[in-house]
T-cell receptor, first 115, second 112 residues
Framework: AQKVTQAQTEISVVEKEDVTLDCVYETRDTTYYLFWYKQPPSGELVFLIRRNSFDEQNEISGRYSWNFQKSTSSFNFTITASQVVDSAVYFCALSDSGGSYIPTFGRGTSLIVHP | ETGVTQSPTHLIKTRGQQVTLRCSSQSGHNTVSWYQQALGQGPQFIFQYYREEENGRGNFPPRFSGLQFPNYSSELNVNALELDDSALYLC???????????FGSGTQLSVL
């Protein structure tokens, strides 16, 4: 069975601080996909990144970076120099063949960035 | 590209009633999924439709049902509403299974 754990319920930082959101996953499949989504107060989840299980390269996109480590089953997300607009709930998700590639979401981490 | 739109935005019903939520998927996306998101929780998968047929279902009772239409629209129907059905209902579409999901803004359902 697939499972996603986001142990951090809420993180509060001051603007310009770096912040890392943790995601640990469980799956029996060797082929799977990992995602991060952002949910601002408006409610609509916005896709941030998709990574397949065969690509362990870390990725950087502007102030965002992702660290995928199969050895620890983790897919962590770092925001560098956080801004107030980064305040949102962030969800990690996993889809695998055992689950018909239907994403299972974690409970989310609420990030609050104070000015 | 048009986005995913959902209607209505908010809805108030009483226990025992029936409700229909609607979603218009992104053009060209033949896979649509519905999720229930309770306050402070992650989205919980209800079911998925692919080319108008249900091809995956989460741990929800049969009173949750759906339809997908050829014009990329879909419906979520909930019968015999219960207080615990109060949640944000999200519709999401994708080109193929396993690809990124495009979400609508959701319908906030309150059951009194």
């Amino acid at each position: 069975a697939q499972k996603v754990t986001q142990a951090q319920t809420e993180i509060s930082v001051v603007e310009k601080e770096d912040v890392t959101l943790d995601c640990v996953y469980e799956t029996r499949d060797t082929t799977y996909y990992l995602f991060w989504y952002k949910q601002p107060p408006s409610g609509e989840l916005v896709f941030l990144i998709r990574r397949n299980s065969f690509d362990e390269q870390n990725e950087i996109s502007g102030r965002y970076s992702w660290n995928f480590q199969k050895s620890t089953s983790s897919f962590n997300f770092t925001i560098t120099a956080s801004q107030v607009v980064d305040s949102a709930v962030y969800f990690c998700a996993l889809s695998d063949s055992g689950g018909s590639y239907i994403p299972t979401f974690g409970r989310g981490t609420s990030l609050i960035v104070h000015p | 590209e048009t986005g995913v739109t959902q209607s209505p935005t908010h809805l108030i019903k009483t226990r025992g009633q029936q409700v229909t939520l609607r979603c218009s998927s992104q053009s060209g996306h033949n896979t649509v999924s519905w999720y229930q998101q309770a306050l402070g929780q992650g989205p919980q998968f209800i079911f998925q439709y692919y080319r108008e047929e249900e091809n995956g279902r989460g741990n929800f009772p049969p009173r949750f049902s759906g339809l997908q239409f050829p014009n990329y629209s879909s419906e979520l129907n909930v019968n015999a509403l219960e207080l615990d059905d109060s949640a944000l209902y999200l519709c999401a579409s994708s080109k193929q299974r396993g690809e990124k999901l495009f979400f609508g803004s959701g319908t906030q359902l309150s059951v009194l």
